[in-house]
């Protein structure tokens, strides 16, 4: 920040957050929040300092910085203020869930998710933590392959998005629930559940989230052999918001992916082969997991135009899969 406001004008770094989250700084969200902490820290606001360290915390996701935000959700969830309100508590958890199962550890994801829900069970007014805490189990379920598991929850998600939930929130909700029903191959609900986020999900608000959600519908939609004119409208939404932000390696190579997978369901193998060859040709972890599901979508393009090179693909996918396995254990 390059006017950075007083220590102890709290509200100026509130503002200083919702523009950069309006302009897709994710960078910059996070720089005001952490700046909120240290004002709110220095003033006694203990409760302050946790609701800028939680917004410190979604900008760490947004970025992709996933051993950062774990140690910070762990800080939050044995903060003095966490251990006197269940709700706060609850929400770290949730926090702490999401870095987990970003970071493939299912395990710890499911267990943080399930306390969460625990603390929030003799208090049934707080619908909107509730609701988050119910996206990240299921979320968490799908990623560990029970995605039965996860559907078992899906009316207990939904009643809460029916509550009077603020538009961000309710969209993520169902954005969750819209996943999930393509997972568990019923696309039609899929599609109507996401549409239903599409309507409540707004670049004004978050545009990085904006363009997350389009570029996961569209692929999914892909994946279950959906290709049609809303499909080409979800990647072209997200490419429009990576025009205007500076997306993370993990977002610019997911949109590639997306991209290549159209290329495939229309066809255009040519096109798709040079998406991916452009997006991998400068990488700035060549060894990230978020990769492999690229090389093997690239592999399978491969295999009617250069069967050779398909088989170079699959052992690159084989490798950093191996990495990110010993990374886990």
């Not at 996701?61 to 935000?69: I, Q």
């Not at 550890?105 to 603390?119: C, E, F, V």
């Amino acid at each position: 920040m390059s006017h950075r406001p007083p220590l102890h004008d709290l509200r100026a770094f509130e503002s200083a957050i919702r523009r950069a989250l309006g302009s897709g700084n994710q960078a910059a969200a996070l720089e005001a929040a952490t700046c909120g902490v240290e004002a709110a820290r220095q003033t006694g606001d203990g409760r302050a300092e946790w609701q800028f360290q939680f917004a410190a915390a979604e900008a760490l996701h947004a970025l992709d910085r996933y051993r950062e935000l774990l140690d910070l959700a762990r800080s939050m969830g044995n903060s003095a203020v966490s251990a006197r309100d269940n709700v706060i508590h609850a929400r770290s958890l949730t926090m702490e869930a999401t870095a987990q199962r970003c970071q493939g550890r299912t395990g710890p994801a499911l267990s943080a998710a399930q306390r969460a829900l625990d603390l929030l069970q003799p208090i049934p007014e707080h619908a909107a933590t509730r609701a988050k805490a119910y996206q990240t189990l299921i979320a968490a379920l799908v990623q560990a392959g029970r995605s039965d598991e996860a559907w078992s929850h899906h009316q207990e998600l939904a009643s809460l998005l029916d509550l009077e939930l603020d538009d961000q929130t309710a969209g993520k909700g169902f954005w969750t629930l819209g996943n999930l029903a393509f997972f568990v191959t019923e696309s039609d609900m899929g599609l109507d559940y996401h549409a239903r986020a599409s309507r409540l999900l707004s670049p004004a608000n978050d545009i990085q989230l904006w363009a997350r959600f389009n570029r996961a519908s569209a692929d999914l939609q892909l994946q279950a052999g959906i290709a049609v004119d809303q499909t080409r409208d979800c990647i072209d939404r997200a490419l429009m918001a990576h025009e205007v932000t500076e997306p993370t390696e993990m977002d610019r190579i997911g949109l590639a992916e997306t991209r290549a997978r159209w290329g495939l369901a229309v066809g255009q193998l040519s096109a798709a082969d040079s998406v991916l060859a452009e997006a991998t040709a400068i990488l700035e972890d060549s060894d990230a997991a978020y990769l492999v599901p690229a090389y093997r979508l690239w592999a399978e393009i491969l295999d009617a135009l250069r069967p050779t090179d398909a088989a170079d693909k699959r052992a690159e996918a084989n490798r950093i899969e191996g990495i990110a396995a010993a990374n886990l254990s």
